[in-house]
């Protein structure tokens, strides 16, 4: 908060101090352009981050709190294994409820094969129970064990197989975002760092001149600091600007569902980009302000 | 005001001066001369901070000068006007913005009309939106001066200010320094001109110091 009431009044700016350092053309834009591509960037490493982390959120959810327990059996013994079975799902730790479907729902799963007419009641079709968890989960090597002697016709399919590698990529690819929008801002406090070094040795004569009528040396870096600030800021919204809209413009087939075209943002995430500009605001500003005391207290 | 006890200073070979003391007293008025190369351009700069001694101690209205952090260096700053002998301007600012610079790096407002007076002082009314280069030598030392008073400071360290005008000009601009030494203020002029330490002596009770041979010495009656 202190640093951005500093920001603030740092933007509102000094003339004079503004007058008496001459800025020069090179750093400008070197600063704008480089800031206007690390926002851009960031952009859609914030894109991929929030996107997988919405991926992986709904994999989990959708996944990790049902499995299926599978028992085919003779028509005649398939009632008192359901029965078992659900005993023996209910006497289990970690399980929330377990519920037979019913024959329309198997109909349903059924029908993108057979078609929607299938008579389930009549044929050797294996009753599924849907298992949902609790939060702390079940043991499913002790269930299928028990199974195994209680309930012989019983499959237990708890989707583990294939689930967690998904749901791990996924939060891999969430952390890498992060990662990258760390090393954007990484890289672009050293571009402005140094920017603002090559601004401050060509500007030596100048600094000299009014170190000797008495210039604090916060006076002098504040009109460095708040031109690089503007400039990061100008840059970083003009490139969060045009990422935004790469996004925004990404073909959205939400039929496919697919990972791909899932690379927006959704809701009040749109939002989030609005942070980039800011950030690299204060970036600069400390990158900066750093390089210029530094850099003051090193000459003369 | 500015004390200096048993001050060396080399640049890193051999000893410019040692065993150098000085006082400037509140409202004195010294003259320092000497040959080309003695020192008195690194001596100036030791009363205002640009240099540290190498042994020895600066006082600065009373505080070490080794012991001032950069921000008290700005702050005494202020209070001691100096004429660089290369006048120290920047050259993409109008003679009064330069005129000005102490008043807006210290964070004060520039009254315009103080700053018309300042100039008319100098003779400078006309000169005033042009830049430093465009100046003639004499312009230049004007202004410095100008910008050297304009914080009304209590010590004016002026450096060869009449290096580069005519014998009128350089009467002028002794008579302003005389005339803010009357107002009370402590002035100390590193010059070779001679002409002009006896013309000021005929104004003034000043003090003439010489540099020679790494030595300050009081210079005799023959000037
Ligand atoms: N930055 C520096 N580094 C090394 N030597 C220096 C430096 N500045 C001055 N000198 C040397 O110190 C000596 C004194 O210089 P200074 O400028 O103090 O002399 P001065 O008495 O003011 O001469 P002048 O009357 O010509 O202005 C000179 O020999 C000069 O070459
Ligand atoms: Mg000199």
């Given at each position: 908060m202190k640093i951005l009431n500093r920001l603030l009044e740092l933007l509102a700016g000094d003339p004079q101090a503004d007058r008496a350092v001459p800025p020069t053309g090179f750093t400008a834009r070197l600063t704008l352009l480089s800031s206007g591509a690390m926002a851009f960037l960031a952009v859609f490493a914030l894109a991929l981050s929030l996107a997988t982390g919405r991926l992986a959120d709904r994999w989990s959810a959708e996944l990790a709190k049902t499995s299926t327990l599978r028992i085919s059996a003779p028509q005649d013994q398939m009632e008192a294994q359901t029965r078992a079975g659900l005993t023996v799902l209910q006497s289990t730790p970690g399980i929330a409820q377990a519920r037979p479907l019913t024959d329309d729902e198997q109909r349903e799963l059924l029908a993108p094969w057979f078609g929607p007419d299938l008579p389930v009641e009549t044929l050797p079709v294996p009753q599924l129970i849907e298992i949902i968890e609790d939060s702390d989960g079940y043991d499913s090597t002790g269930l299928r064990a028990r199974l195994q002697a209680e309930v012989p016709g019983a499959v237990l399919d708890d989707h583990t197989r294939w689930r967690e590698p998904l749901v791990e990529a996924a939060s891999r690819l969430r952390l890498l975002g992060f990662v990258s929008m760390l090393l954007i801002a990484g890289a672009t406090a050293a571009m402005i760092t140094l920017a603002a070094n090559a601004a401050l040795a060509a500007n030596s004569q100048v600094i000299r001149v009014m170190r000797l009528v008495g210039a604090q040396d916060i006076y002098i870096a504040r009109a460095f600091v708040r031109r690089f600030t503007l400039r990061a800021l100008i840059g970083a919204a003009a490139g969060t600007f045009i990422g935004t809209l790469a996004v925004m413009l990404l073909p959205s087939a939400d039929a496919a569902g697919g990972f791909l075209t899932g690379l927006g943002f959704q809701g009040w995430h749109w939002l989030w980009p609005l942070v980039i500009p800011i950030l690299a605001a204060v970036v600069a500003f400390v990158a900066t302000r750093q390089a210029a005391l530094r850099t003051l207290k090193e000459q003369s | 005001?500015?004390?200096?006890?048993?001050?060396?200073?080399?640049?890193?070979?051999?000893?410019?001066?040692?065993?150098?003391?000085?006082?400037?007293?509140?409202?004195?008025?010294?003259?320092?001369?000497?040959?080309?190369?003695?020192?008195?351009?690194?001596?100036?700069?030791?009363?205002?901070?640009?240099?540290?001694?190498?042994?020895?101690?600066?006082?600065?209205?009373?505080?070490?000068?080794?012991?001032?952090?950069?921000?008290?260096?700005?702050?005494?700053?202020?209070?001691?006007?100096?004429?660089?002998?290369?006048?120290?301007?920047?050259?993409?600012?109008?003679?009064?913005?330069?005129?000005?610079?102490?008043?807006?790096?210290?964070?004060?407002?520039?009254?315009?009309?103080?700053?018309?007076?300042?100039?008319?002082?100098?003779?400078?009314?006309?000169?005033?939106?042009?830049?430093?280069?465009?100046?003639?030598?004499?312009?230049?030392?004007?202004?410095?001066?100008?910008?050297?008073?304009?914080?009304?400071?209590?010590v004016i360290l002026a450096d060869e200010p009449t290096g580069n005008v005519d014998w009128e000009m350089s009467q002028r601009l002794l008579a302003l320094l005389v005339e803010l030494n009357k107002m009370g203020k402590t002035v100390l002029i590193a010059t070779h001109d001679i002409s002009l330490i006896r013309a000021a002596k005929a104004q003034v009770s000043a003090r003439v110091l010489r540099l020679k041979d790494r030595r300050l010495q009081l210079a005799g009656a023959d000037i």
């Amino acid at each position: 908060m202190k640093i951005l009431n500093r920001l603030l009044e740092l933007l509102a700016g000094d003339p004079q101090a503004d007058r008496a350092v001459p800025p020069t053309g090179f750093t400008a834009r070197l600063t704008l352009l480089s800031s206007g591509a690390m926002a851009f960037l960031a952009v859609f490493a914030l894109a991929l981050s929030l996107a997988t982390g919405r991926l992986a959120d709904r994999w989990s959810a959708e996944l990790a709190k049902t499995s299926t327990l599978r028992i085919s059996a003779p028509q005649d013994q398939m009632e008192a294994q359901t029965r078992a079975g659900l005993t023996v799902l209910q006497s289990t730790p970690g399980i929330a409820q377990a519920r037979p479907l019913t024959d329309d729902e198997q109909r349903e799963l059924l029908a993108p094969w057979f078609g929607p007419d299938l008579p389930v009641e009549t044929l050797p079709v294996p009753q599924l129970i849907e298992i949902i968890e609790d939060s702390d989960g079940y043991d499913s090597t002790g269930l299928r064990a028990r199974l195994q002697a209680e309930v012989p016709g019983a499959v237990l399919d708890d989707h583990t197989r294939w689930r967690e590698p998904l749901v791990e990529a996924a939060s891999r690819l969430r952390l890498l975002g992060f990662v990258s929008m760390l090393l954007i801002a990484g890289a672009t406090a050293a571009m402005i760092t140094l920017a603002a070094n090559a601004a401050l040795a060509a500007n030596s004569q100048v600094i000299r001149v009014m170190r000797l009528v008495g210039a604090q040396d916060i006076y002098i870096a504040r009109a460095f600091v708040r031109r690089f600030t503007l400039r990061a800021l100008i840059g970083a919204a003009a490139g969060t600007f045009i990422g935004t809209l790469a996004v925004m413009l990404l073909p959205s087939a939400d039929a496919a569902g697919g990972f791909l075209t899932g690379l927006g943002f959704q809701g009040w995430h749109w939002l989030w980009p609005l942070v980039i500009p800011i950030l690299a605001a204060v970036v600069a500003f400390v990158a900066t302000r750093q390089a210029a005391l530094r850099t003051l207290k090193e000459q003369s | 005001m500015i004390e200096l006890d048993n001050v060396a200073y080399n640049y890193g070979g051999a000893e410019l001066f040692s065993g150098l003391n000085l006082q400037l007293a509140a409202g004195s008025f010294h003259f320092l001369t000497g040959p080309s190369g003695a020192g008195k351009t690194t001596l100036l700069k030791l009363c205002y901070g640009e240099l540290v001694a190498t042994s020895g101690q600066v006082r600065l209205f009373g505080q070490d000068a080794r012991a001032l952090s950069r921000d008290d260096v700005a702050h005494m700053r202020r209070r001691i006007g100096v004429v660089h002998q290369d006048c120290q301007f920047l050259d993409h600012l109008t003679v009064s913005e330069n005129i000005a610079l102490p008043l807006s790096v210290s964070g004060h407002a520039t009254t315009s009309s103080d700053l018309t007076d300042l100039l008319g002082w100098v003779g400078l009314s006309q000169q005033a939106q042009q830049l430093p280069p465009q100046l003639s030598g004499g312009e230049r030392q004007r202004a410095a001066l100008a910008r050297a008073v304009i914080m009304s400071p209590e010590v004016i360290l002026a450096d060869e200010p009449t290096g580069n005008v005519d014998w009128e000009m350089s009467q002028r601009l002794l008579a302003l320094l005389v005339e803010l030494n009357k107002m009370g203020k402590t002035v100390l002029i590193a010059t070779h001109d001679i002409s002009l330490i006896r013309a000021a002596k005929a104004q003034v009770s000043a003090r003439v110091l010489r540099l020679k041979d790494r030595r300050l010495q009081l210079a005799g009656a023959d000037i």
